[in-house]
């Protein structure tokens, strides 16, 4: 299965257990009164939004270039990942937080909590489906990296959204069980509300980690190192290079990667020579499968290269071989 495809059967399975899981905890709130449950039903909610959100990201991602987006649209998605991220923090959060605060201000007993309970499991089933799908598809692409190194590598934010949110959504479900339990056995319906309240401080980390990695994913990372890496590679072991500087990348999309490359050719090569050695670059780069979309290969000196980048750049994109 191809990564844009795994990407939107994430977000479709999220989507599904979303909407059932957003209807029953509303129904549930509305019958017994419960601050958490109320809170939960805003957090499905938001979530369903959110994937509605990504959905037209990914689609949008698709468009093939044309004269206004010469590279593409590929931060489309980038884009509505970072507002996916602040919905997150100010309705999820912001709305869990208020009804929690309301709650303690004017407690009310909690009815017929064996609803609660029924429907906060019902609905641990649906999100843990969607939890472990979307588990397995950041599995496959993170290898031997530990789960939040690959989380700061990753530039599909499609997986790791979600992988977020029903994380946030599984603990939030525990938070409002407890909460009910707690108000059973304390007879202390403000609990209830400090439950909405605990809710909301796990949307609020969720929600940042998401907005600081998105906004970096939006405003232009490099592309992974092995990416980098292989250019280099690739570049120094054509017959028509006698050194090879470094080279800058930008990740414009899950998928697209531009690169430009700064290398010194030998002095003997004609013209034509040099657009050979450029081809055979580029046919290497597209057949080792780096998702680089454009290449741009400059004839510089190793002296008039490092006078141009800055020593930050330097130091991020002069990979060893």
């Known amino acids: 299965m191809k990564p844009m495809s795994s990407s939107k059967l994430v977000v479709y399975a999220a989507l599904i257990g979303n909407i059932l899981v957003a209807l029953t905890k509303f129904v549930a709130a509305a019958m017994t009164g419960s601050s958490a449950m109320l809170s939960e039903g805003v957090h499905s909610l938001v979530d369903t939004i959110n994937e509605f959100l990504l959905l037209y990201g990914l689609k949008r991602a698709d468009k093939r270039p044309d004269a206004t987006h010469p590279f593409g649209y590929g931060r489309e998605l980038y884009f509505w990942s970072f507002i996916v991220a602040l919905l997150v923090l100010a309705l999820g959060a912001g709305v869990s937080f208020y009804e929690g605060i309301t709650h303690i201000q004017h407690p009310e007993p909690i009815a017929y ?85 605990a809710i909301s401080m796990v949307l609020i980390i969720c929600s940042i980690l998401l ?24 570049a120094k072991n054509d017959p028509g290079i006698s050194n090879v500087n470094g080279i800058l990348t930008v990740q414009m999309g899950p998928r697209q990667v531009i690169a430009a490359l ?11 020579q040099i657009e050979q050695c450029v081809s055979r670059i580029e046919a290497g780069v597209k057949l080792a499968d780096l998702n680089v979309v454009t290449l741009f290969v400059k004839p510089q000196s190793a002296e008039a290269w490092q006078h141009r980048i800055s020593p930050l750049a330097a130091q991020q994109d002069d990979a060893p071989i």
């Open 113 to 197: 909590p064996n609803i609660n309970y029924f429907v906060l499991a019902v609905s641990f089933v649906f999100e843990i489906a969607s939890w472990w799908i979307s588990l397995k598809t950041f599995r496959t692409t993170k290898g031997t990296l530990s789960y939040f190194q690959a989380f700061r590598q990753s530039k599909d934010p499609s997986v790791f959204v979600v992988l977020f949110e029903d994380t946030a959504a599984l603990l939030g479900l525990l938070i409002a069980m407890s909460g009910v339990v707690a108000v059973q056995i304390f007879n202390m319906p403000k609990l209830d509300g400090v439950a909405s309240i």
């Open 211 to 234: 907005v600081r990695e998105t906004k970096e994913l939006l405003i232009g990372e490099t592309a992974k190192p092995h990416v980098r890496e292989s250019i280099l590679r690739i």
């Open 262 to 272: 700064s290398a010194e050719f030998h002095d003997d090569l004609t013209t034509t």
